[in-house]
């Protein structure tokens, strides 16, 4: 059961309004690193703590996570100028596709880059690109809010999480553990 399988890798997409894009991609990594395979995480515009980034230090060697980006973009008392969102999105791919390329990885997940994307923080063709560049076997997912037709067009498997209900509109705020 060891290592990676041999079969083509997959593009996937988790998008949509609703909860559970990045929580979803964090699932994903847990299962594969029970076969040992290899995964990273770039979370583009995180810098604040959650869960996930200590959690994910108990799974080493197998998965690591990279926090980079600026935090949220225009919004909860964000002052900083769009250039220097651009400026971190950019330096965020950058190492995301050196990484991806490297031929280390059986699964890379950029949690919110199509969020940077439909922030105008990346153009979109920095995204059609990465997955032209995508190694046969490895698996890219990619999450976000916006992902665009083309993007979906490339991609093997599509979900978008459809926000049904969510205790915010009831004016309970995030919580430890669910939200973060
Ligand atoms: P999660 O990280 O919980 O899987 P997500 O990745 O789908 O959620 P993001 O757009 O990355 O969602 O936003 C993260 C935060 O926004 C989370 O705290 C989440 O609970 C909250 N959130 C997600 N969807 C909604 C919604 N429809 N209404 C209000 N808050 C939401
Ligand atoms: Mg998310």
């Given at each position: 059961m060891e290592g990676k399988h041999q079969e083509k890798g997959l593009i996937i997409v988790y998008t949509g309004e609703g909860k559970g894009k990045t929580t979803a991609a964090l699932g994903l990594a847990l299962r594969a690193a029970g076969y040992k395979q290899k995964v990273l995480i770039i979370q583009f515009g995180k810098i604040w703590f959650s869960g996930e980034v200590v959690a994910v230090k108990k799974l080493k060697p197998f998965v690591e996570l990279r926090q980079e980006g600026?935090?949220?973009?225009?919004?909860?008392?964000d002052r900083q100028p769009k250039s220097e969102h651009r400026k971190a999105a950019r330096s965020a791919f950058a190492d995301l596709e050196k990484e991806m390329v490297s031929?280390?990885?059986d699964v890379v997940i950029a949690d919110e880059v199509i969020g940077t994307v439909s922030a105008g923080l990346l153009p979109e063709s920095f995204l059609l690109r990465l997955i032209t560049a995508k190694p046969a076997k490895m698996d890219l997912v990619l999450t976000g809010h916006h992902a665009s037709a083309k993007l979906i067009n490339k991609a093997d498997l599509v979900t978008e999480m459809l926000?049904?209900?969510?205790p915010f509109t009831k004016g309970i705020l995030a919580k430890r553990g669910i939200d973060y």
């Open positions: 600026k935090g949220f973009v225009g919004i909860l008392g031929g280390k990885w926000p049904v209900k969510h």
